[in-house]
């Protein structure tokens, strides 16, 4: 089911599967509400059909949700929908400790491995205060931030596990490597239980094995009931004392010999990081014989714990052990119908057993890892058939993060008759292209070059006035940026600036022209020119024809006929002061040299002409009529020859009057 894109309860968005489990599948989602990313949980089918169980999950999810704790994934919310039980929870960037522990290959540092072990015996306690088993204490539930810290998970959903799917025995056992006695013989199980896990984390993380290993699950649970484990310190000798004795207190199988709880080991485990070698942790504190569980003999019980007697006294295994070591083979079906008989409080569910089909399981949108722990569990389930991953392939896909499996060979639900390798293709992810520098590029280029890398692309022509039609002028990943390989890439083309048509405004005044070319988004200048046989004050031409489409914002010179109107102006000749006149008691002068003959040319035509002026006379005022500046020149003759000239120029649009003198 590809659940991407949607929507649980109307605020959580699905993003994409990010991981697969035994009870679940794992989802990145993010909260709508809270705007934040959170992983959600959506439980298998098989869990779904069992309405007790589901009363149970609810009940335990939500009791898991209450309690907040630094080194405990939260639980924000729990709910259905169309048969589809999810849990919200909070998303943690890291790894597992079990990868962690798979990655090293051997023991981690004491100290780290101590300080690991206070944050989740730290969450058990506050867990357990208030009133919630985990259940499942192991490295697959223990995430590392990328900045160190512990944070337990699955809190609360063990138990609704244990309590209503016991008959599927898959499920039962698919931890039991790190159970405790009473969990493994399907007894009662409290916070001592996941003290015991705790250990056998501890144990493995400093040693780089687990305590108990077998080639079958009963096995295994056979030996966290009967035997004891070989001592850390003996397999890594570099882990100090102090330690060694807590890993060694937390798997005693009398629970009266564990920590009493959760404070009790987290004092020890604080005080050895401060004496290491230190003789102080006390492996009686806990029993007394009027609360001490009383237990249950049977054929295989006798001397299953000698320890009471010192801290490493060795156990001598009683004939049944004995003889199950020495009958591997029969005892690991024994073991298995023992089990199951015990599980079920003696009844006789087992009367018919019949080997279980073999087929291939769905590995496709499973991680690798993941994948190779549920094929060993399969394995595990049957003593017929042996199934092995091979890694065929790598190839880097869209669909599935990196690591996950992308197809599988055989497919899925085939049935099995012999041993199979089944050949898988993992994801190297997303393939990551760099961008390159589309500004400026034509846009056949631009597409050539983005279709080289495998992306695809999306094209938006716009108007643009700066930039020349048919560039790219806009790209919307910066260049040099890493991108998916087959993501969707927007670039913007020119269009070069908007056309637009010249209209026509001959013959229009100035100012309706102006206002004509101003709002289609011409620039306007205006010249002036005179015609005196057109109307003052109409434009006369236009620099763009009218009909031509150009760019927009485009200048365009009108030309604005200006008709100058014609002025009059009074010219005032002084001739007795010009002549200086004579003395009329003067009787030698003659008439001839008393009178002058007087010409006024304006702009070189004749404007006034008079002969016969006497000297003495009052001042002569004649009239000229034209337009701006008119050049005047005054001639003056006497009768003897004498010539008096003047000139000047009036501007007759601002001047109307001059007087020669």
Do not use: C
């Not at 392939?393 to 060979?409: H, L, P, R, T, W």
């Not at 002068?589 to 006024?600: F, N």
Request: net charge negative; charged share 30%.
């Amino acid at each position: 089911m590809n659940l991407d894109g949607s929507m649980l309860a109307d605020r959580y968005e699905i993003i994409k599967k990010v991981g697969n489990g035994g009870m679940a599948t794992v989802y990145k989602a993010k909260d709508t509400i809270l705007n934040r990313f959170v992983a959600v949980k959506i439980l298998r089918d098989e869990f779904t059909t069992d309405q007790e169980f589901i009363k149970r999950f609810e009940a335990e999810a939500q009791a898991a949700a209450s309690i907040t704790h630094p080194n405990i994934v939260s639980v924000y919310d729990v709910g259905n929908q169309d048969n589809l039980y999810y849990i919200v929870m909070e998303l943690i960037q890291g790894k597992t400790l079990k990868e962690i522990i798979l990655e090293e290959g051997g023991p981690l540092p004491w100290k780290w491995s101590v300080n690991i072990a206070i944050q989740i015996a730290s969450a058990l306690e506050v867990a357990h205060k208030n009133n919630v088993i985990h259940r499942d204490i192991k490295p697959h539930n223990i995430i590392i931030t990328e900045d160190g810290v512990a944070k337990v998970t699955d809190f609360g959903i063990a138990k609704a596990v244990s309590n209503s799917t016991i008959t599927a025995f898959g499920t039962t056992i698919g931890s039991v490597h790190y159970f405790s006695p009473e969990h493994a013989r399907g007894g009662y199980t409290d916070a001592k239980s996941d003290l015991y896990s705790l250990g056998v984390v501890m144990y493995e993380m400093l040693t780089g094995k687990l305590p108990f290993d077998a080639d079958t699950p009963v096995s295994v649970a056979l030996k966290h009931m009967q035997e004891e484990p070989e001592e850390p310190i003996e397999i890594n000798e570099n882990i100090p004392e102090a330690v060694n004795d807590i890993i060694m207190k937390a798997l005693r199988k009398d629970t009266n010999l564990r920590y009493a709880n959760a404070t009790a080991m987290l004092r020890d485990l604080n005080m050895a990081l401060k004496d290491p070698d230190g003789d102080f942790v006390d492996d009686q504190d806990t029993y007394t014989d009027e609360f001490a569980t009383q237990r249950i003999s049977t054929i295989y019980d006798e001397d299953i714990d000698n320890t009471r007697n010192g801290k490493r006294s060795k156990k001598k295994d009683n004939k049944f052990v004995a003889w199950i070591k020495e009958h591997k083979k029969i005892s690991a079906v024994v073991g298995l119908i023992l089990l199951f008989f015990l599980s079920f409080g003696g009844t006789w569910a087992f009367a018919k057993i019949t080997a279980p089909k073999v087929e291939t399981p769905d590995l496709v949108g499973v991680e690798i890892e993941e994948a190779k722990k549920q094929v060993e569990e399969l394995n595990n389930k049957n003593d017929r058939i042996n199934i092995t991953i091979e890694v065929a392939s790598e190839e880097y896909s869209e669909e599935y993060a990196a690591g996950y499996i992308i197809s599988q060979d055989p497919e899925k639900n085939k049935k099995l008759t012999e041993d199979t390798v089944i050949k898988v293709v993992v994801s190297k992810g997303i393939e990551k292209v760099k961008m390159p520098k589309l500004i400026g590029e034509k846009e056949a280029d631009a597409v050539k070059m983005l279709e080289d890398l495998g992306l695809k692309f999306e094209v938006e022509e716009e108007t643009n006035k700066k930039v020349e039609a048919g560039i790219v002028y806009e790209q919307d990943v910066e260049e040099g940026t890493e991108v998916n390989k087959g993501s969707t890439v927007k670039i913007k083309i020119s269009a070069g600036a908007k056309k637009i048509q010249v209209p026509s405004v001959i013959g229009s005044t100035e100012a309706d022209a102006k206002s004509t070319l101003s709002k289609a988004s011409f620039s306007v200048t205006v010249v002036y020119e005179e015609d005196a046989s057109k109307e003052d004050g109409t434009v006369l031409k236009q620099s763009i024809d009218a009909g031509k489409e150009v760019a927009e914002d485009s200048s365009i010179t009108i030309t604005v006929n200006k008709v100058t109107q014609e002025k009059t102006a009074t010219i005032k000749i002084d001739v007795k002061s010009i002549t200086s006149g004579y003395d009329e008691s003067d009787e030698a002068i003659t008439d001839a040299e008393k009178k002058v003959s007087i010409k006024l040319t304006a702009d070189g035509k004749t404007v006034y002409s008079k002969s016969g002026v006497d000297k003495n006379s009052a001042a002569l005022s004649p009239t000229i009529t034209g337009k701006g500046s008119v050049k005047l020149i005054l001639e003056v003759k006497d009768g003897n020859g004498g010539v008096w000239t003047d000139n000047y120029s009036i501007n007759l649009d601002s001047e109307t009057s001059y007087t020669f003198k």
